[in-house]
């Protein structure tokens, strides 16, 4: 159905945008001057604010939260540099900002106040506004009705980023820090990342700052501006990314998409299982509680015997090594306890690091002895350790463990 959008004449989606874009600026014009007046501001102050931004220039919008991980200020890394971008001759741009820190939060709070001083520079006074007292209400002109969206966390910090989402469904490209759900998005977005994916570090502050000046400079601002078609009236690349962005992300990165998820992969499942339990009177539950006294009952008696012999040797990479451990199970079954082995490497303090399981199935049975085997492939050089584990394995979940569940270390 999304594709459709590409058949919606470029006109059409470009006359609708600029609608939008009319209505923010005449929303943040509002908003602005009714809080001056409030704030008892000069006349003079009153009146800029009534004529603040411009509906005809190119518009970039961040808003949200002031979480100094999402690094407001990036942008204004470079005020001289900022300052000529805002006043290119030809291409002009202006930015919308609006966002809120949380109370204790007082680095937060320091930075809007930082952009809110800088938007009473006289030099960019008319192309910079922080829109006061985010919400919703602010959230949905915005994202309707700015060009670009830009977003710059630290990368590895962002657990979403769901302002990005809004504002491609409605056409707005977006220029972003690859984390979040635009690392998913981004070759499908037509739009343009900042940085690399990399994991963060406080030197990219510097880099991802004139990244984002040079993109906007040399691609963003120039796209939007210059290439319109023969009749000057649509950006027709513009427009045409709008039409992909819209048609490519909306599917995907939606609510009805989340909520379908939520759906099919946990309601319905917990819904059949509460099905199948209760149409038999519970008994299943009843029985894994009898399973689950059993067990604590023998846990402690459960003890590991011989761990057979490890190689006492340098290993050769990519050679098998064969682990075997004897348990006495105390009447338990070799199918109702899983054992496993934990292989990693040795880190400085005797620690295995990067470690992985591999299981080890029972291969003999003498009474209630049990020996469980396996080999496992040495894929690391340096030091690799294991150790071994045992714990109840339900028939029911054979793989999932409780994190309360019972467990025992051959060194316990
Ligand atoms: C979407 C939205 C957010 C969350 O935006 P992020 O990009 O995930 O930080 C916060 N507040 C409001 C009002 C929103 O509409």
Redesign the pocket.
Known sequence: MWELIQEIPGQEIWEMHRKRKRRMVAFVRERAAASATQRKSSATEVRRLQEILDPDVFTIGFA??FATYKRATLLFRDVNRLKRILNHPTMPVQIVIAGKAHPKDHPGKTLIREIYNLSRDPEISKRLIFVED???QV?REMVQGVDLWL?NPQRGEEA?????M?ASMNGVLNFSVLDGWFDEAFEQSASWAIGDRVLYSEDQDDIHASAIYSTLENDIVPLYYDSRGADQEIPTEWVRRMKTCIANLTPSFSCGRMVAEYMSDLYQPAHKLWQTISSTDFEACRQKTIWDSRMSENWDRIRFLDLGDGPDDAVMSGSAVPLSATLDLAGLSASEVRVEAVIGEIGVNGQLQSTYTLPLPSVAEEGTLVTFANEFTVQQTGRVGYSVRVSPNHFDNPLTRPCNALLKWVSD
């Not at 979403?160 to 990005?164: A, I, L, N």
């Open positions: 949200r939260r985010y919400g919703i959230a977003n979403c980023g769901t302002s990005g809004k």
